[in-house]
Structures are given as structure tokens and as C-alpha cells.
T-cell receptor, first 115, second 110 residues
Framework: EAGVVQSPRYKIIEKKQPVAFWCNPI?????LYWYLQNLGQGPELLIR????????DSQLPKDRFSAERLKGVDSTLKIQPAELGDSAVYLC?????????????FGEGSRLTVL | QKEVEQDPGPLSVPEGAIVSLNCTYS??????FMWYRQYSRKGPELLMY????GNKEDGRFTAQVDKSSKYISLFIRDSQPSDSATYLC??????????FGQGTELSVKP
């Protein structure tokens, strides 16, 4: 069974440029998450989707970040314009539903460097 | 103060040692406790899950939850070089979002 697929794995851009990350969750998983992981820190939730609905986006900086999950499957996270402080790993995760068991399946992440 | 506190390490032990990893938390509503393992440049993967208080054992790994002290632990017996990774505690209340600790970087030397 294929895991969560993210692309690109690595991205280097200059500040003020736009960037987009793509995530394909595990088939059948209706809950999708985007997390931000800074160096030496644990993941922090940016947004959670139940199917195509964003049910928790309270931590998403909406002035520059946007996300969508069309048709309740793949998702895209966009940053425009990028700032130096956005350099981090962006992790996508999925689960069957927002289970309390915490069994989230993570992708390998998209590592962003903003110069 | 963060809701979940975890010593970032790094922690270096010889092969075969018993490893103890710990987290403290402040929210008494947390009921679901997990340990994730994250290898370098990979995403986290669920290692152990515990509901409420008590112990859970899985092979060389034992997870303990002490809700009265707001303290959780992960023990690794007979540690192996392949256990070298960052270990993240995570927890949530009923219906709440998963909160991760900072992660402890573990290195097991042959």
C-alpha cells in the first residue's frame, strides 16, 4: 500500500516568491493534515481537512498561506509571498478519520529553504 | 509555557542500554498519549499509543502514563543502533488536536 506522497521533497526559493506543496494521502483516508516542523521542534498543526472541508485552520497564517483539498483527496498548500521565517519542513498526514488513537500517517515532508 | 514539554537531548547511549524518554504536560484533559519515532529526513511514524493511565508493552518498548503527575515515559530495552532517531511524544484530549512535544534526539552507539 502506498503511503502519503508529498512533492517536492526540497524547494529553495528567494523571499517574496510563491511556493506550493502537494500531498496525496493514503487511499480511503478522509482526514488530511498539514503540519509545520521547524528545526529541532515537534510538528505544529496548520490545517485539518475532513473530506474537502477545512475544519481547523486556526493556526494557518491566512495573510500568506492558503490550502485547498479539491474533491476530498489531494491537497495543496501555498505560500505567497514566502518570508525567511517560512524555512521549515511542511508535513502532510492522513488518517481514516480524526481518531483519538492518534494514528496519523505522515509523508516524508517538503523541506523549504527561503533565501 | 508549552502544553507539552520534552527534553530535546541529544541523548547518546551505548548499544544494549535501557533508554528512558519523558514528557510532562499541563492539560489535565489529555487522555490519549502517543510516541512517534522520526528518522532523519523522514516523517514521524506512530510507535506506541496509550489511552489514559497505565503501561503498555510492545517488544522492547514500554510506554507509561501517570496522569496524576502529568508525566509520560517511553522505555527502550536492549537499545540498538537502528533505534537512533528523534522520539516525539504527542497527546490530545477527546475531540482535540494532537499536540506534539519538541522531540528527543537519541543516538545509540555500537
Amino acid at each position: 500500500e502506498a503511503g502519503v506522497v508529498q512533492s517536492p521533497r526540497y524547494k529553495i526559493i528567494e523571499k517574496k516568491q510563491p511556493v506550493a506543496f502537494w500531498c496525496n494521502p493514503i487511499s480511503g483516508h478522509n482526514t488530511l493534515y498539514w503540519y509545520l516542523q521547524n528545526l529541532g521542534q515537534g510538528p505544529e498543526l496548520l490545517i485539518r481537512y475532513e473530506n474537502e472541508e477545512a475544519v481547523d485552520d486556526s493556526q494557518l497564517p491566512k495573510d500568506r498561506f492558503s490550502a485547498e483539498r479539491l474533491k476530498g483527496v489531494d491537497s495543496t498548500l501555498k505560500i505567497q509571498p514566502a518570508e525567511l521565517g517560512d524555512s521549515a519542513v511542511y508535513l502532510c498526514a492522513s488518517s481514516f478519520s480524526d481518531l483519538n488513537t492518534g494514528e496519523l500517517f505522515f509523508g516524508e515532508g517538503s523541506r523549504l529553504t527561503v533565501l | 509555557q508549552k502544553e507539552v514539554e520534552q527534553d530535546p537531548g541529544p541523548l547518546s547511549v551505548p548499544e544494549g542500554a535501557i533508554v528512558s524518554l519523558n514528557c510532562t504536560y499541563s492539560n489535565s484533559a489529555f487522555q490519549y498519549f502517543m510516541w512517534y519515532r522520526q528518522y532523519s529526513r523522514k516523517g514521524p511514524e506512530l510507535l506506541m499509543y496509550t489511552y489514559s493511565s497505565g503501561n503498555k508493552e510492545d517488544g522492547r518498548f514500554t510506554a507509561q502514563v501517570d496522569k496524576s503527575s502529568k508525566y509520560i515515559s517511553l522505555f527502550i530495552r536492549d537499545s540498538q543502533p537502528s533505534d537512533s532517531a528523534t522520539y516525539l511524544c504527542a497527546m490530545r484530549r477527546q475531540g482535540g488536536k494532537l499536540i506534539f512535544g519538541q522531540g528527543t534526539e537519541l543516538s545509540v552507539k555500537p
